[in-house]
């Protein structure tokens, strides 16, 4: 590169003195840069593919409605959401899901009291059937029919049943007390406990 430059202006000192002009000067520069001559400067003289014209006549997107818009927006907004940039499927942050399901189970209950207590939900009895779970669970446990490393499961599974029989008589707590309920056949379960 310097003793490019340095040939150059020997050669140019050589010439007679137009070769000081800017002529020269842009001639010395193209063999710097290595160009082959000045003509590869030229602009080409053909005519564009039609892949060219089109990209440089573009065409305006056609106009839209404002609920095409709308809709277009929430398409583009909920398809930005799942996948990146190169439309890759965005890589689940376990602990974006932990956390997001921490939040969900604190605030749930919360969400379910207040629309008990304002009539939009008629909400289980929790407690009472937790209680006779509970019960239950400590009964099998001391007597030895459920092991000590399942007792909460178990516990879980009769809370789970309790729950579907309340739903199944229609919201009702008189399948506990009636033949064949778990009160009846199990007095110890339900002794302390305030039936409703």
Same mark, same amino acid.
């Given at each position: 590169? %310097?003793?490019?430059?340095?040939?150059? +202006?020997?050669?140019?000192?050589?010439? @007679?003195?137009c070769a000081s002009s800017r002529h020269a000067w842009a001639l010395c520069l193209v063999a710097l840069i290595g160009a082959p001559t000045a003509a +590869?400067?030229? @602009? @080409? &003289?053909?005519? #564009?593919?039609?892949?060219?014209?089109?990209?440089?006549? /573009? &065409?305006?997107?056609?106009?839209? %409605?404002?609920?095409?818009?709308k809709e277009e927006s929430?398409?583009?907004s909920s398809f930005?959401?799942?996948?990146?940039?190169? %439309? +890759?499927?965005?890589?689940? *942050?376990? $602990?974006?899901?932990?956390?997001?399901?921490?939040?969900?189970?604190?605030? &749930? #209950?919360?969400?379910? &009291?207040a629309a008990g207590r304002?009539?939009?939900? *008629?909400?289980?009895?929790v407690n009472l059937f937790t209680?006779?779970? *509970? +019960?239950?669970?400590?009964?099998?446990?001391?007597?030895?029919?459920? @092991?000590?490393? /399942?007792a909460t499961m178990y516990g879980q599974d009769v809370w789970k049943d309790l729950l579907?029989? $309340?739903y199944a008589t229609g919201e009702s707590t008189s399948f506990l007390t009636e033949a064949g309920g778990i009160c009846a056949q199990h007095a110890e379960y339900c002794a302390g406990v305030t039936l409703p």
């Open positions: 590169p %310097s003793w490019q430059a340095c040939a150059c +202006a020997q050669k140019m000192s050589a010439l @007679p003195s +590869a400067l030229r @602009p @080409p &003289t053909r005519q #564009p593919s039609a892949a060219r014209l089109s990209v440089m006549y /573009r &065409t305006a997107p056609p106009r839209l %409605s404002l609920g095409q818009k929430q398409k583009e930005a959401q799942l996948f990146d940039e190169d %439309s +890759a499927l965005r890589k689940i *942050n376990p $602990y974006e899901v932990f956390g997001w399901l921490v939040l969900f189970g604190q605030v &749930t #209950p919360a969400f379910l &009291t304002a009539g939009l939900w *008629n909400a289980p009895p209680d006779i779970a *509970n +019960a239950a669970m400590e009964s099998g446990v001391a007597d030895g029919s459920v @092991p000590k490393w /399942r579907g029989q $309340y």
